[in-house]
């Protein structure tokens, strides 16, 4: 029998969606308001262990029973052994209705047959006699209660200190709007390049953050994870103006985990994905947040500590394009310019090329400090002429003085710039693209991580140079 063929409502399945292992689940009526996806023709499924729900292809789906031996015996894994008791557990508690339906099945002795009344019993007993069962009504609950720290905007305000990925920075926008709401203004500079067919216009949008004109969406705003960045992104969102909620990320509660974001997606609720990950992964997320009506808008962000708390980063997005502009007014409170890029995926591939640039500048700029050291010149006077010709930045200023005080503070935490040269590196891989200078870079970042230096700024990879 080809795979999800004769499938309906009630049964138990493995399914699975892009790259993740085929999961257990039951196939359940989808919420009234929840469309179809267009296509090809799929089911809406209940994942055991995770309580995550998504639409998935027919050709995606496989008769939980038929196929349980192969699918135990080819993934493993904590969580995935938790769905698989679930489901056995379920299984067990419907055999044992069963069973009591047989045993309360009797004659009384007044000569009349009992009978249970359990639901279950029922749908047993309609699929016996060939009639299709009662739809099943499975409750979609919103997530998990969440420690809320930040509603509104208020003069002064304190922040908990979490310690989190400054890369995993996500917004939800709600389309219900607060009371007393004043429609968002917005002036975009277009810039458009040459165009081929069927090839998305780049717009790019200039911040008005600093001079304190932004007006704020009329949209709630949810913000999870704060951490190096989060903590000024949040912050200047609430000075200009924006309601926002502030979640506590924890690494049991992300995206698709048990009680995720994916839980509390709906139709017209909206994510704003600001983390730089690979734009498999970036694909993959829209896919599941979309798949539950939702929109999705892909939004990472160019910067350090230092720019987000000072409004000035850049902000790369790709995606829902209504979506880019609702999120006009969060993206000039954050950054000094944002850029739609078009497809999902796109930003998420922009944002590593840059950060694969960064990181083996960085490397340079510590070898170069290294063999001033070595050949006895002064490591001050090379940075006072870089501060004088083409290379002179602010980072460059930063970087170089972390390395001559001996003091590596993270601003960019090293871990994630390693991060991003190896997925850099793996794209390029993906397009048979060779990244020497990326290579070499990624090998000294790593050789810095086994020094312990993870935890600190990325110019302490000065300190693998020097060995």
Known sequence: MAAGAGLRVGDLVWGKLGRYPPWPGKIVNPPKDLKKPRGKKCFFVKFFGTEDH???????????????????????????????DAVEEFIKSKVSAFTSEDKSRHISSDGKRQHSSTAEISEHSARKRGRPPKEEKDSFPEPSTVKRLVTGPVVGYK?????????????????SEKSESCSAIIHQLKTTAEEEAESTSIQAADSTATNGSVTPTDKRIGFLGLGLMGTGIVANLLKMGHTVTVWNRTGEKLVLGPSGVLQGIRPGKCYVDMSTVDPETSTEISQVITSRGGRFLEAPVSGNR???ENGMLVILAAGDKALFDDCSSCFQAMGKKSFYLGEVGNASKMMLIANMILGSFMASVAEGFTLAKRASQSQEVLLYILSQGPLASAFLDQKCQNILQGSFKPDFLLKHIQKDLRLAIAMGDSVNHSTPMAAAANEVFKKAKALDQSENDMSAVYLACNQ
């Open 306 to 308: 230092q720019l987000s």
């Open 54 to 84: 998504a639409w998935i292809k027919v050709d995606q789906l496989k008769s939980y029973h038929v196929h349980k031996e192969e699918m135990i015996k080819s993934t493993k894994g904590k969580r995935f052994q938790q769905a698989v």
């Open 159 to 175: 922040w908990k200190q979490v310690k989190d990925d400054p890369h995993f920075h996500h917004f939800l926008l709600s389309q």
